[in-house]
T-cell receptor, first 114, second 113 residues
Framework: QQQVKQSPQSLIVQKGGISIINCAYE??????FPWYQQFPGKGPALLIA?????SEKKEGRFTISFNKSAKQFSLHIMDSQPGDSATYFC?????????????FGQGTELSVKP | NAGVMQNPRHLVRRRGQEARLRCSPM?????VYWYRQLPEEGLKFMVY????????ESGMPKERFSAEFPKEGPSILRIQQVVRGDSAAYFC???????????FGQGTRLTVV
């Protein structure tokens, strides 16, 4: 119930293309869904986050789509650039009950080819 | 405004030794979280602390691992009698309160030889 499943494990996209990463969860108590970006040797950095009262959130080239009934959410990276090559993690938290404890997906290694 | 500071960045310990990992949260942050990242895997929650209190330690191994966040000074993750399987990157994150964004440090990469 605490799991967050992320796919694909790896993704190769051409420069200028759209990168799409998907996550699914079971715990309906989750009320906070962030996406983190991690470069090799660095800590994760928050990209964008959404709460279940909205179905979509956009910040620059990054968009989260959220489907509460399907218990799925996804990250879309528009106009993907080589500098976007990194590992992306989705996460979920039940903030009301468990505070800021994050349950992470397994990660997606994105490679954007020039 | 300095970010979350973790030290050391790299730590090598022989089997059976103790490892102490330090985390100084961002200024004003009183909520600290520790996560472990094994090679080629995602981050796994270990423990959630608020000043002087352990709020949730459901992800901590039952033996050899302990964490504290004293009133003064950094949060410490302590691993006693390390084994090879403890080799991993350990990340600390801090937040102002449970509802706000958690900022991560650069991590401590522990290697047990």
């Amino acid at each position: 119930q605490q799991q967050v499943k992320q796919s694909p494990q790896s993704l190769i996209v051409q420069k200028g293309g759209i990168s799409i990463i998907n996550c699914a969860y079971e715990n309906t108590a989750f009320d906070y869904f962030p996406w983190y970006q991690q470069f090799p040797g660095k800590g994760p950095a928050l990209l964008i986050a959404i709460r279940p009262d909205v179905s979509e959130k956009k910040e620059g080239r990054f968009t989260i789509s959220f489907n509460k009934s399907a218990k799925q959410f996804s990250l879309h990276i528009m106009d993907s650039q080589p500098g976007d090559s990194a590992t992306y993690f989705c996460a979920a938290a039940d903030v009301i009950i468990q505070g800021g404890k994050l349950i992470f997906g397994q990660g997606t290694e994105l490679s954007v080819k020039p | 405004n300095a970010g979350v500071m973790q030290n050391p960045r790299h730590l090598v310990r022989r089997r059976g030794q103790e490892a102490r990992l330090r985390c100084s949260p961002m200024k004003g942050h009183s909520h600290v979280y520790w996560y472990r990242q094994l090679p080629e895997e995602g981050l796994k929650f270990m423990v959630y602390l608020q000043k002087e209190n352990i709020i949730d330690e459901s992800g901590m191994p039952k033996e050899r691992f302990s964490a504290e966040f004293p009133k003064e000074g950094p949060s410490i993750l302590r691993i006693q009698q390390v084994v090879r399987g403890d080799s991993a990157a350990y990340f600390c994150a801090s937040s102002l309160n449970p509802e706000t964004e958690a900022f991560f440090g650069q991590g401590t990469r522990l290697t047990v030889v």
